[in-house]
């Protein structure tokens, strides 16, 4: 499984960037996919994650602002970040989970894309 994640760099307070993640090695259409982040000094967290119906659950911080979104037909995963604030800097990760229904949300799994850096300047 490859996980090759793109489209990160160096973006104003209130600006936008969009992230890819592009897989290989997996039936894409089959799968969860997940957004992860880590900032300098803090534990690695969920951003936002999408099951194979198109159902998303995102993290309190950037509901409203940032847009996670799926291509099957080229295995491919996106998030639209927004009014991005300073507090969004991370390396940005994708990942291959799967879905609790029960609750709603995303759950990771053992695969992960080598991250993207977001830095966002105030």
């Known amino acids: 499984v490859q996980l090759q994640a793109s489209g990160g760099g160096l973006v104003q307070a209130g600006g936008s960037l969009r992230l890819s993640c592009a897989a290989s090695g997996i039936i894409f259409s089959v799968k969860a996919m997940g957004w992860y982040r880590q900032a300098p000094g803090k534990q690695r967290e969920l951003v936002a994650g999408?099951?194979?119906?198109?159902?998303?659950n995102y993290a309190e911080s950037v509901k409203g602002r940032f847009t996670i979104s799926r291509d099957n037909a080229k295995s491919t995963v996106y998030l639209q970040m927004n009014s991005l604030k300073a507090e969004d800097t991370a390396v940005y990760y994708c990942n291959v989970g799967g879905w609790k229904y029960y609750s709603g949300s995303y759950s990771s799994g053992d695969y992960w894309g080598q991250g993207t850096l977001v830095t966002v300047s105030s």
């Open positions: 999408i099951n194979v119906g198109g159902t998303t």
